[in-house]
């Protein structure tokens, strides 16, 4: 069963108008059938809102200014999914039930907050994990948690509140797009589970939306997976990225982290960017990269990277 770590599909689908179900949007390459095709079991889908000031960069116009609007928006994406029938994953027993009895076909997913605006204070954040969230990442740009991509910056008091609150909730931590300072705030007072869904090597790809070794190390000295995006721009400096480009940063991320049992993927596929930007496609091309990565590592550990890993993962994680 391949695992992605990452897809934007209710922010897709509200923003955007690009829907779940059927084939993938005109150059676009994730849908409903495009991940069964592929083998895809299941997926981290996330709550994604886009700031105001990310009107341009992420060429929309739903956006929001206040911390009200940030949760509506996610409300809508959660409800979103609903709607397709999407199952969520909410507990050990539930995933250890579907990965038993999966068949190729099946999607499911396991819910992903990219941004933590849309909890308005970290008081309400019980009332998001009744609804099924079971992953936060506290930041994207900056955000009233925590620094974020471009934004340098640590934990804010608020953030601090919401660990708390998170670990109260026996949620995970995802530290993708976390600034550095913010990455150094939460290893200091994290002692939960944690990960990071769609970062690449820092040392490969320069820019503070990457990862460095020292905290792709850490991460896996707590037994935490990094998620590989297939970005273009994470992926490579310049040109055009390809799934040699992937390997590439598998084999850099399991060299820091001490093992490729610490190395997935969380594609970001779709999410913002369409497929002229991405290392593939057609959803197809997870066999390619699946020979590609076995001219390095074992077949046991390709089927690792591929989801194994994030399973073993959210069965230790997962309440
Ligand atoms: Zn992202």
Redesign the pocket.
């Known amino acids: 069963m391949i695992v992605d770590a990452?897809l934007d599909i209710g922010w897709n689908a509200i923003a955007d108008g690009r829907g779940f179900p059927g084939e993938p949007a005109k150059g676009y390459v994730v849908s409903h059938s495009s991940l069964q095709r592929a083998g895809v079991g299941l997926i981290f889908a996330t709550l994604y809102a886009a700031p105001g000031r990310a009107r341009r960069s992420m060429r929309t116009r739903f956006v929001y200014e206040t911390a009200h609007e940030a949760n509506l928006m996610a409300t809508a994406e959660l409800n979103y999914y609903q709607t397709c029938g999407l199952k969520l994953i909410r507990s050990r027993s539930e995933l250890d039930a579907y990965v038993r009895g999966w068949r190729r076909g099946q999607v499911a997913a396991v819910l992903l907050m990219?941004g933590a605006d849309p909890i308005e204070t970290p008081a309400q954040l019980g009332g998001w994990a009744d609804r099924g969230l079971r992953i936060v990442g506290p930041a994207?740009g900056r955000t009233r948690y925590s620094g974020g991509t471009h934004a340098p910056g640590g934990l804010t008091v608020l953030g601090v509140q919401l660990l708390k609150a998170m670990h109260r909730q026996k949620l995970i931590l995802d530290i993708?797009?976390m600034a550095d300072q913010a990455v150094a705030d939460a290893f200091e007072l994290w002692r939960g589970p944690i990960m990071s869904s769609?970062s690449n090597a820092r040392e490969l790809v320069p820019g503070d939306r990457q990862i460095t070794n020292a905290t792709a190390a850490e991460i896996a000295n707590r037994r935490g997976i990094l998620g590989i995006s297939f970005y273009q721009h994470h992926l490579r400096a310049k040109g055009k990225a390809t799934t040699d480009d992937v390997v590439r940063h598998a084999l850099h991320l399991a060299k820091a982290a001490g093992g490729p049992e610490h190395v997935g993927i969380g594609t970001?596929l779709d999410?913002g960017f369409d497929s002229m930007y991405a290392a593939m496609r057609d959803t197809r091309d997870f066999a390619t990269l699946q020979r590609k990565l076995r001219k390095h590592f074992s077949a046991t550990q390709v089927e690792g990277i591929m989801g194994t890993n994030w399973i073993e993962f959210l069965r230790r994680s997962l309440p």
Do not use: T
Request: aromatic share 12%; charged share 25%; glycine share 12%.
């Open positions: 990452h990219e994207w993708s797009h769609h970001d999410g």
